[in-house]
Structure formats: C-alpha cells, structure tokens
Nanobody
Framework: QLQLVESGGGLVQPGGSLVLACAAS????????IGWFRQAPGEEREWVSC????????NYVDSVKGRFAISRDNAKNTVYLQMNSLKPEDTAVYSC?????????????????????WGQGTQVTVSS
C-alpha cells in the first residue's frame, strides 16, 4: 500500500523559501498524479498544486502562481513543492495526496475527494 510522508516544513520569514518533499514508500509513484493541499486553522482545505503522472502537466491555485513550483523525481519516488516569496497567508499544514491514474498522462486533479492516499502533513509557518 502506498504511504506518503511530507517533510521540509518549518518557520520562515516573509519573503523566504522552503522546499517541501512528498516521499512515497510501498509502491512506485509512476502511475500516480500528485496534489498538494493546505489547511490553515479554522479554514477549509485548499488545493494548492498538482502534477500529472509524467510530470508534463502542472497547475496552481492563483494565489501561488509565480511563487510555487511543483516537480517530481520518479526515480526517487518523491514529489517536491518549491515555495518562494512566502507570505504570512501561506501559513498552513501542507499535505500531499496521490491519485492512481495508471498511464493516463496530462491528468492533474484539483478535487481532493478524488485522491486515494494522503500524507500526514507538514506545518509551514510564515512569520517575522
């Protein structure tokens, strides 16, 4: 069974950067589209970004476009979220999720309800 573990969160000042990693174990990530989501205290879970199984398609919520970049290294069974120019409103628990798509390329899903597996999340706090 696929297990996902996020890492890389922490405390950073506004304008700073972090790289989140979503490492998979148990199953190769090659047949999975991956999404990043975040949830701030008292808020609903928000989709942040997604990447297709082949890495050829990516998408971002408008509030992070130009600041965040998602990528994947299937050889390392890991997906990354590079976060630059961080703002206090980026503060949240960030979680990755995997959706099995097999060989379907260009599939990048925003709907969290469609994902099969979730990690536990990593806290990102942006504060001076």
């Amino acid at each position: 069974q696929l297990q996902l573990v996020e890492s890389g969160g922490g405390l950073v000042q506004p304008g700073g950067s972090l790289v989140l990693a979503c490492a998979a174990s148990g199953v190769t990530l090659r047949g999975y589209a991956i999404g990043w989501f975040r949830q701030a205290p008292g808020e609903e879970r928000e989709w942040v970004s997604c990447i297709s199984m082949d890495g050829g398609t990516t998408n971002y919520v408008d509030s992070v476009k130009g600041r965040f970049a998602i990528s994947r290294d299937n050889a390392k069974n890991t997906v990354y979220l590079q976060m630059n120019s961080l703002k206090p409103e980026d503060t949240a628990v960030y979680s990755c999720a995997a959706l099995f798509v097999g060989t379907v390329q260009a599939m990048c899903v925003k709907n969290g309800g469609m994902y099969d597996y979730w990690g536990q999340g990593t806290q990102v706090t942006v504060s001076s």
